[in-house]
């Protein structure tokens, strides 16, 4: 028997390729399918499903109600999106351009608090953002600076300060990568032939790093269309996100298949803006 | 991890023509450093503001009440907590262990062989790193429930606690962390020589003494990063524990979160604080185990 395996390579890359694509079929593409199947039946009386079929449910996502949150959320992923790259390709340029010891330093200091729970992170903005007893609007007002507390908490800008915040460092890593792939020569010939330096970002570095733009970019918006937890704690119970929508079909309003319909819009726009970003990389090169 | 080809270093740069230039980058170069502190102010401003007020002596958190440990000393006696904690521990371990070994077995095929719906395999690699948790929480919810393997617990004894720790939990964590295994894994054996493997063949090494000696102490390093990165986001995950543990199961993340519903306390600092250290003691492993704490702390192949 270890003779055939041997011969074959087929078989070996068969064996080996096996429990991972089993335990996907069954655990991931499965109950993938049957969340598109769900978002087509009817709901049942306590929670569960009616098997039969309805479009019922569609419909109802692309109702301006729920439509509008999809397209806040869309918004807001948009705009963290926005911010990460303003903010980050900076940062990654400095760190791209650094001595061997200190990028290993600033790379490490970015990704510690990256490491660390995703939830303790966002919590412990709360600290700090909260309208009356948040530090930044008690520290105002007790230096007279402000009289009436800052709107910091429980809107749309803290959901974004939240996920800026969560999700940079998915930003200047690809940057990271992209600058420091970067041919140095390729600058100095721009440069020779009398580029001034904005010539040279717009039409050197800037198509050159487009790849790392598009993957930090996806990377960043992805989770952000989907967040859940940054908005159940920053947004205060008052600013929702389509995450928070879902979760309440299921845990509080028991619609299953609506809950479904709606996660399968949000599953499709996540396939949408991957296959966008894979034309634009292979265009690329 | 890599190294990567070397960076537009300053000093390759051409000299600057005139005083103007000059002085303009050097000013370039300042706004540049000044926006670097700034972002990482940004970043840990937040966790020294959470970790400082873990010993306020105050109910209230904006007001400074003291120095205290009251709060550590509270969640040492707290049973709920050491529940929370051991369930974590023992899902996050469990499930890292099984991703570890599927995820490894997996980039070996698709790195080391080609294969009918090779291509299909990559996309159904890549799908669960792409779709947001919270969609595949509700996947796998409806999935149990349908499947009838519902929130059946596993239930243990681990240092005098009974847990129940339900199996669709560990299946969930899994089936997220195969993909990030799979990926990290893929990164080193990419990078690594053919030539190698290939001459331990040519010196009638057979498959398994290839494997053994050659191939998987050189996978080591990318093995050690995937297991610590699944590690890390199996004790990170809240939305797919809690949708697919039915309710009163906690891990640490969801015992967090739902005090965090009721209100913010200094005894939730403390346990985030404990939670901060205990990552960054993980980081400091890792940073051990790979080449003595040398070298790059982030693969910039995997972008």
């Given at each position: 028997?270890?003779?055939?395996?041997r011969r074959?390579?087929g078989?070996?890359a068969?064996?080996?390729?096996?429990?991972?694509a089993s335990?996907?079929?069954v655990?991931?593409l499965?109950?993938l399918?049957?969340?598109?199947?769900?978002s087509f039946l009817?709901?049942g009386?306590?929670?569960?499903?009616?098997?039969?079929?309805t479009?019922e449910n569609?419909?109802?996502?692309v109702?301006p109600?729920?439509?509008?949150?999809?397209?806040?959320?869309?918004?807001?992923?948009?705009?963290?999106?926005?911010?990460?790259?303003?903010?980050?390709?900076?940062?990654?340029?400095l760190?791209?351009?650094?001595?061997?010891r200190r990028?290993n330093?600033?790379?490490?200091?970015?990704?510690i608090?990256?490491?660390?729970?995703f939830?303790?992170?966002?919590y412990?903005w709360l600290?700090?953002?909260?309208?009356?007893?948040?530090?930044?609007?008690?520290?105002?007002?007790g230096?007279?600076l402000?009289?009436?507390p800052?709107?910091?908490f429980?809107n749309?800008f803290?959901?974004?300060?939240?996920l800026?915040y969560?999700w940079?460092?998915?930003?200047?890593?690809p940057?990271?990568?992209?600058?420091?792939?970067?041919?140095p020569?390729?600058?100095?010939?721009?440069?020779?032939?009398?580029?001034?330096g904005?010539?040279?970002?717009t039409?050197v570095?800037w198509?050159?790093?487009?790849?790392?733009?598009?993957?930090?970019s996806?990377l960043v918006f992805i989770?952000s269309?989907?967040?859940?937890?940054?908005?159940?704690?920053?947004?205060?119970?008052?600013s929702l996100?389509?995450?928070?929508?879902?979760?309440?079909?299921?845990?509080?309003?028991?619609?299953?298949?609506?809950?479904?319909?709606?996660?399968?819009?949000m599953?499709?726009?996540?396939?949408?803006?991957?296959?966008?970003?894979?034309?634009?990389?292979?265009?690329?090169? | 991890?890599?190294?990567?080809?070397?960076?537009p270093?300053?000093?390759?740069?051409?000299?600057?023509?005139?005083?103007?230039?000059?002085?303009?980058?050097?000013?370039?170069?300042?706004?540049l450093?000044?926006?670097?502190v700034?972002?990482?102010?940004?970043l840990?401003?937040?966790i020294v503001?959470?970790?400082?007020f873990?010993?306020?002596?105050s109910?209230?958190?904006?007001?400074?009440g003291g120095a205290?440990f009251r709060?550590?000393g509270?969640?040492?006696?707290?049973t709920q907590?050491?529940?929370?904690?051991w369930?974590?521990?023992?899902?996050?371990v469990l499930?890292?262990?099984?991703?570890?070994?599927?995820g490894?077995?997996?980039?070996?095929?698709?790195e080391?062989?080609r294969?009918?719906?090779?291509l299909?395999?990559?996309a159904?690699?890549?799908?669960p790193?792409?779709?947001p948790?919270?969609?595949?929480?509700i996947m796998?919810?409806?999935?149990?429930?349908?499947?009838?393997?519902?929130?059946?617990?596993?239930?243990?004894?681990l240092?005098?606690?009974?847990?129940?720790?339900?199996?669709?939990?560990i299946?969930g964590?899994?089936s997220?962390?195969?993909?990030?295994?799979?990926i990290?894994?893929?990164?080193?054996?990419a990078?690594?020589?053919?030539?190698?493997e290939?001459a331990?063949?040519?010196?009638?090494a057979?498959?398994?003494?290839?494997?053994?000696?050659?191939?998987?102490?050189?996978m080591?390093?990318?093995i050690?990063?995937?297991?610590l990165l699944a590690?890390t986001l199996?004790?990170?995950?809240?939305?797919?524990t809690?949708f697919t543990?039915?309710?009163?199961?906690?891990?640490?993340?969801?015992?967090?979160?739902?005090?965090?519903?009721k209100?913010v306390t200094p005894?939730?600092?403390a346990i985030?604080?404990?939670?901060?250290v205990?990552?960054?003691?993980?980081?400091g492993?890792?940073?051990?185990l790979?080449k003595?704490?040398?070298?790059?702390?982030v693969?910039?192949d995997?972008?």
């Amino acid at each position: 028997m270890i003779e055939t395996l041997r011969r074959r390579p087929g078989l070996q890359a068969a064996l080996l390729i096996f429990p991972a694509a089993s335990f996907l079929v069954v655990f991931f593409l499965m109950p993938l399918f049957i969340v598109v199947a769900y978002s087509f039946l009817e709901r049942g009386k306590y929670g569960g499903v009616v098997w039969s079929f309805t479009l019922e449910n569609l419909q109802r996502a692309v109702d301006p109600l729920y439509f509008n949150t999809f397209l806040r959320s869309a918004r807001i992923a948009g705009l963290t999106t926005v911010i990460c790259l303003l903010i980050g390709y900076p940062l990654a340029y400095l760190i791209a351009t650094q001595s061997d010891r200190r990028r290993n330093f600033l790379l490490l200091a970015l990704m510690i608090p990256f490491w660390s729970n995703f939830l303790v992170r966002t919590y412990a903005w709360l600290t700090l953002l909260r309208t009356n007893t948040g530090l930044i609007n008690v520290t105002l007002m007790g230096l007279g600076l402000i009289r009436e507390p800052l709107p910091l908490f429980g809107n749309d800008f803290a959901i974004i300060l939240g996920l800026v915040y969560g999700w940079l460092p998915d930003m200047v890593l690809p940057l990271y990568a992209a600058l420091s792939r970067l041919d140095p020569s390729l600058l100095e010939a721009a440069s020779d032939l009398y580029a001034p330096g904005r010539r040279v970002f717009t039409r050197v570095v800037w198509p050159l790093t487009l790849p790392g733009v598009a993957a930090g970019s996806i990377l960043v918006f992805i989770p952000s269309l989907g967040a859940f937890i940054t908005p159940a704690l920053l947004g205060g119970g008052k600013s929702l996100m389509i995450g928070n929508v879902i979760n309440n079909q299921f845990l509080a309003a028991h619609d299953w298949p609506f809950g479904s319909a709606l996660s399968t819009i949000m599953i499709g726009l996540m396939l949408l803006a991957t296959l966008a970003y894979f034309r634009l990389v292979r265009r690329r090169g | 991890m890599s190294s990567s080809p070397s960076a537009p270093e300053a000093k390759q740069r051409p000299p600057h023509r005139d005083l103007r230039g000059a002085l303009r980058a050097h000013l370039g170069g300042m706004l540049l450093s000044s926006h670097a502190v700034l972002l990482y102010i940004f970043l840990y401003l937040p966790i020294v503001v959470l970790v400082v007020f873990s010993f306020n002596d105050s109910r209230f958190l904006a007001k400074w009440g003291g120095a205290t440990f009251r709060w550590y000393g509270e969640l040492a006696g707290d049973t709920q907590v050491a529940y929370a904690l051991w369930n974590s521990l023992f899902i996050a371990v469990l499930s890292t262990f099984i991703s570890t070994v599927i995820g490894t077995l997996a980039a070996m095929a698709m790195e080391r062989y080609r294969f009918h719906g090779q291509l299909a395999m990559d996309a159904l690699l890549y799908l669960p790193i792409i779709i947001p948790d919270i969609a595949m929480a509700i996947m796998l919810l409806i999935w149990f429930n349908l499947s009838g393997v519902g929130f059946t617990p596993w239930k243990v004894e681990l240092f005098g606690l009974r847990l129940a720790v339900p199996y669709s939990v560990i299946i969930g964590h899994v089936s997220f962390n195969i993909s990030f295994v799979a990926i990290v894994v893929r990164a080193r054996l990419a990078d690594m020589d053919r030539a190698l493997e290939e001459a331990a063949q040519d010196l009638y090494a057979n498959s398994w003494q290839t494997f053994r000696r050659v191939l998987l102490p050189m996978m080591m390093p990318g093995i050690v990063a995937g297991a610590l990165l699944a590690f890390t986001l199996s004790m990170d995950d809240f939305v797919i524990t809690f949708f697919t543990s039915g309710a009163g199961f906690n891990t640490l993340t969801v015992y967090v979160f739902g005090l965090v519903k009721k209100g913010v306390t200094p005894k939730i600092n403390a346990i985030s604080t404990l939670m901060v250290v205990f990552s960054l003691a993980l980081v400091g492993l890792a940073r051990l185990l790979q080449k003595g704490g040398e070298g790059a702390p982030v693969d910039v192949d995997l972008f």
